[in-house]
């Protein structure tokens, strides 16, 4: 294959790996902000609490 390909291939994948874990780190990011700790904290409890099902 020429160069140019081989070039573009190598780009796409390590591109495709900086995208994926900017994708994670904003995910992070967006769960653990300050603002989100109740809503996480009463997700956690839904399952040990008793209720309709």
């Known amino acids: 294959m020429n160069s140019s390909y081989e070039w573009?291939?190598?780009f796409a994948q390590q591109g495709g790996t900086v995208y994926a874990l900017?994708?994670?780190a904003?995910?992070?990011a967006w769960v653990m902000w300050p603002s989100?700790?109740?809503i996480y904290e009463k997700a956690a409890r839904l399952p040990l609490e008793e209720g309709e099902e």
Do not use: D
Request: hydrophobic share 65%; charged share 25%.
């Open 26 to 28: 904003a995910c992070v």
């Open 8 to 10: 573009f291939a190598k």
């Open 22 to 24: 900017v994708a994670f």
């Open 36 to 38: 989100r700790k109740a």
